[in-house]
């Protein structure tokens, strides 16, 4: 009876592992809008005061030039870093 069970649960686990591991990667291509596309909806919604304080922070995008400014003002860094796209990051 053991050995029944031991074997049943070893298939199980080959046909569940090989239906994941047989699974296509799906990706979902998303179009760029054209540029005037965007350039227009940000004319008309455009982000009311207040509302984005996050542009309002002067960021460094170069990470020498941030670790010379944190380190003659004696401040921490923060290094805020993302792989793959912002709505999909993973």
Known sequence: ???FL???TI????????FFAARPAYTIATPR?????????RRIV???AGED???TI???TDLTAAR???AAAGKPLLLWEMDGHPLACG
Do not use: N, S, Y
Request: charged share 20%.
């Open 58 to 60: 002067p960021w460094e």
């Open 33 to 41: 809008p054209p540029a005037d596309a965007v350039a227009r909806l």
């Open 11 to 18: 298939v199980a686990a080959i046909a569940v592992g090989g």
């Open 1 to 3: 009876m053991k050995r």
């Open 53 to 55: 304080p996050f542009a």
């Open 6 to 8: 031991l074997a049943t």
């Open 68 to 70: 010379a400014k944190a």
């Open 46 to 48: 455009p982000p009311e």
